[in-house]
């Protein structure tokens, strides 16, 4: 990795509900092109710590800078357009439009055509979307309905339409989650490429270690809202702590089915 500034610079980040702490003082950092999981047992705060970054959720104390601009406490529009893009555990594309339409309204929202979003959805920015449907895999699918696409391309979907905010930090809960074994692999491999080759900080939520072990470069683990390890993957599934806490004593990850980027 670069001496360059942090790309993700968070200290402190914290956020209660009633007497639940949900995160206590998390701090890291993420580099341009660096992949990072956030792994922990259910109710470990990883849920909460991903909105907060994206403005979903108000923190109650920290500061979250992004390319050295604090943004803690900024609404999720706001976020977005300073360079943060998002895929969710459960998709949410336009089950009506076709593939290319839902890209196109998302280059509209970026371009700043709120307001006549849907009249120039199917007339403006065909030649970008094509390029991120062509990019992702999805082309040859451009006029089909959404409605009518596997998950995993709807996932593939989803990850061009946070593309097309040209992001510098992608937010990724659970990308594989629902998908075939073959199809997490392909998604995670173009997305790691992709971040290292285009310099996008990722930060990933996963339940599948073999995914999380395979790609991240580096691995953060919370529990009870608190970070109890962060380091390479290896360092992380040796930690004494983490074994005791998630992965459990004995556990042996496999190696990846072999299969291409989508």
């Known amino acids: 990795m670069s001496a360059s500034p942090n790309l993700l610079a968070v200290e402190g980040l914290r956020k209660s ?24 047992p259910n109710g470990a705060g990883k849920s909460t710590c991903f909105n907060m970054l994206n403005g979903q959720i108000k923190p109650d104390g920290g500061t979250i800078h992004l390319k050295g601009e604090a943004i803690a406490g900024l609404p999720p529009r706001l976020i977005c357009r300073r360079g943060v893009g ?5 998709t949410a594309t336009f089950a009506s439009m076709s593939v290319r339409e839902n890209v196109q309204t998302a280059l509209s929202t970026f371009a700043g055509q709120d307001r006549r979003l849907f009249g120039l959805a199917t007339r403006q ?3 970008e979307a094509d390029g991120l449907l062509d990019h992702v895999g999805l082309l040859a699918q451009a006029d089909r ?10 996932k593939r979907l989803e990850l061009a339409v946070a593309l097309s905010g040209k992001p510098a930090l992608l937010l990724m809960d ?27 900080g990722v ?6 270690m073999d995914i999380v072990f395979e790609h991240a ?13 962060v380091g390479t993957p290896e360092t992380v599934r040796r930690d004494p702590r983490v074994r005791t806490t998630y992965l459990g004593e004995g556990l042996v990850y496999a190696r990846p089915v072999e299969g291409g980027a989508p």
Request: glycine letters at 10%.
């Open 86 to 90: 998002r895929t969710f555990q459960i």
């Open 217 to 229: 470069d580096r691995v953060m683990v919370l529990n009870r809202g608190e970070v109890i390890a």
């Open 174 to 200: 659970e990308p594989t989650a629902g998908m075939a074994p073959r199809e997490r692999i392909a998604l995670m491999r173009f997305t790691a490429s992709m971040a290292r080759a285009q310099g996008i």
């Open 203 to 208: 930060l990933f939520t996963e339940h599948d």
């Open 145 to 154: 309905p959404c409605a009518e696409l596997a998950y995993g391309d709807l």
């Open 17 to 40: 509900y009633g007497g639940v702490h949900a995160v206590q003082g998390v701090s890291f950092s993420l580099e341009a092109g660096e992949i990072l999981a956030l792994i922990g």
């Open 125 to 127: 920015h065909r030649h």
